[in-house]
């Protein structure tokens, strides 16, 4: 694969380019060059029978009553860092919105924005690390689009994923679905991915590496509708953490969510993190974990499936919703006081997605 | 909508910033400020029923047997341009390739980089020319996705739009149908994109302004198969121009093409701006221009039923499938000479789209 290519092989057989190469901007010309990046590169990583028409476009058959469509662009800084890459970050996070949408996450497209200058070997990486992430996750790419633009108009890499899936709920899941009494269950330790990207960012080093939690939660969705558990609400706790998801809901939704901070698990070495940085770890990101507000008839058995999987074996219940009049969440703390949660009103951690 | 606001109201009612403002980091942090932009930029212009939910994806039916799905990126430099902006053409070239795929366009997608001090008023503007193409190609944009990166690390915005849409074709549409003996026709004059955006990048001042082309194919598709045209091969020239489409679709259908060069129609505007450049119009971009390649027996309904919209006014016949043995395209040229067409091996004109 890696073997010095002759002008005429290039031009008569696409072969991918050596792996001390780097992208240029003739890669995104739409030409010759540009055909050898997809067919070097993309085609093999994502191979299936919907890509490999070279269209503009995939079809397929819906099989669905009705079907979820999500999309969210990556601009994480760095483009690989301790348990993930840009790559498996993109593919995670649009399979995470799907089921977040209760619906089961089937076909996704991607769409490279590249800067000339990347190393071909990193992009390859990078890609592989999306093939993979698809692999586990069950969802095919089955179309896609790459753009290269001049260098130091773009940072390395920016990808956008979207998807759509098949929706397996049978009852709406939406914030407004959210009842008097709902359990507020939450899947595992929170601040994982921010703490995992600033570590590497600000070259610091902590006792033990921090890794990213990212993690397809599809799976785990499945089983919480397969066993008719009533998810009234899913939410992913990205961008802005736990905190930030819960105040999100509860505006939405106009219910008041009582959360014991006690309850939220955090590892010892995110809390040491966070307190050396002066952040809060409720709201530093996280890429593989969800709340899940349900019944409290039905929390223990969501309890029970969650951690199931490995992913959400730490699942624990950390509040309830008290009320469904006022939109807002109240924190119990650690130390007995109330503290009422609100959006960041600025920007925590840049770039951490 | 552009009064001054008090940290009061912005905490306790989303409004519109003031229109001297510029996109900041914490604009995407997930926090306020992202609901605020959210809340004033992007929900007023895209409003519907979908969108609205704040929720991580748009749930719908399909109501198709069959659905397509397309993405693109766009990075096009200038922002806004005669004719277009990076908005309007990053709906109409995800409403074209659904439309190519032989599918009424139904639900878009929008993913939004910005960098760090866009005019918000730009940002508005852009957002405003998307709203206006969605409603002109009867597209919804269900669902989206705003990140800001530092200063200096985009070039202003970068949108993706990925798109779903209803699959109307009762046969394939694909270059492997293409049978000997079929017609291709053009739907109007090429080179109008390419050219207008050089003429702004590069200062170039020509007797009359050269406006893209860009525009949403999607209605004069339903009408060709309203109709019953079988199309065997639909394919909008973009990146890479009409000639880069003909070698695509000759290659993956493995057939050989013939086209009259003297039947492409070039305006003189655009003509005499590539002569300048030293540019062949055949290879520069378009956004609102697509070949149709249907059997002989069906070529002048086709071209009847373009002709009656006013983007296809123009629409020609331009040559036929000659074998469907080889894959190339062989244009018989103004001066009767017979040049084999490729693919260029690098770029012509970059960030064109």
Known sequence: MNATVDSASLLSCPVPAPDNACVTMAHGGGGRLTEELLAGVFRPAFA??????????????????RLAMSTDSYVVNP???????????????????????????LYLSAGFVIEEGLPMALLRHIVQSMAEAAALAGVRIVTGDTKVVDRGKADGLFINTSGVGRVIATAPVDAREMRAGDAILLSGDVGRHGMAIMAVREGLEFESDIETDCAPL????????????????????????LATALVEVAEVGSCRLLVEEEAVPVSAEVMGACEILGLDPLYVANEGRFICICPETDANQALEIMRRHETSAAATRIGRV????????????????????????????????
Not at 51 to 65: I, Q, T
Not at 325 to 350: F, T
């Open 218 to 241: 599809n799976r785990i969705v499945d089983d919480l509708f397969d066993a008719g558990i009533r998810a009234h609400c899913l939410r992913d706790l990205t961008r802005g953490g």
């Open 322 to 353: 008290v009320s469904a009049d006022h939109g807002g969440v109240v924190l119990n703390s650690r130390i007995g006081a109330h503290r009422v949660l609100d959006l960041l009103s600025g920007e925590q951690l840049p770039r951490i997605c």
């Open 79 to 105: 483009l690989v860092f301790p348990g993930g890459t840009i790559g498996s970050l993109a593919v995670n996070g649009t399979v995470n919105d799907l089921a977040m949408c209760g619906a089961r996450p």
């Open 48 to 65: 299936n029978d919907l890509l490999n028409s070279r269209h503009d476009g995939a079809v397929f058959k819906p099989e669905a009553e």
